[in-house]
């Protein structure tokens, strides 16, 4: 989770999917969020660790990317959704059904956020 505010609060809250923390430099960091920020989805790649990603789909308030150098047979990918505050980034191995999965996280964490006004 990325706080587009840095003024407000960063609450954490209980979600049924397995959760890790990734470390992540400000460097990188910064630079996902002007990736973002360029709203060039289509026409850029994106680097998340040591992980770059290519957006293979755009809705309304996320997106769906697949990562580009895996080493897992099955893949990984990425499924970033934009809130009022914040960028909700989970990171998912696998294919449709992991990816299923971390959608539902997302959401049901999104909508967590939305019930407290964040």
Request: net charge neutral; with cysteine; proline share 3%.
């Amino acid at each position: 989770m990325t706080q587009l505010d840095p003024l407000a609060c960063c609450l954490q809250y209980s979600c049924s999917a397995k959760q890790e923390g990734i470390k992540v430099n400000p460097i990188e960091l910064s630079q996902f969020v002007d990736f973002i920020k360029r709203d060039k989805l289509q026409t850029e790649t994106f680097i998340i660790g040591p992980n770059q990603y290519l957006v293979t789909s755009i809705h309304e308030n996320w997106f769906c990317a697949r990562c580009m150098n895996t080493s897992k047979p099955a893949g990984e990918g990425a499924i970033i959704m934009q809130t009022a505050a914040f960028l909700l980034v989970a990171l998912y191995d696998g294919s449709i059904g992991s990816a299923s999965r971390a959608m539902a996280a997302v959401d049901q964490f999104a909508w967590q956020l939305g019930r407290r006004n964040l």
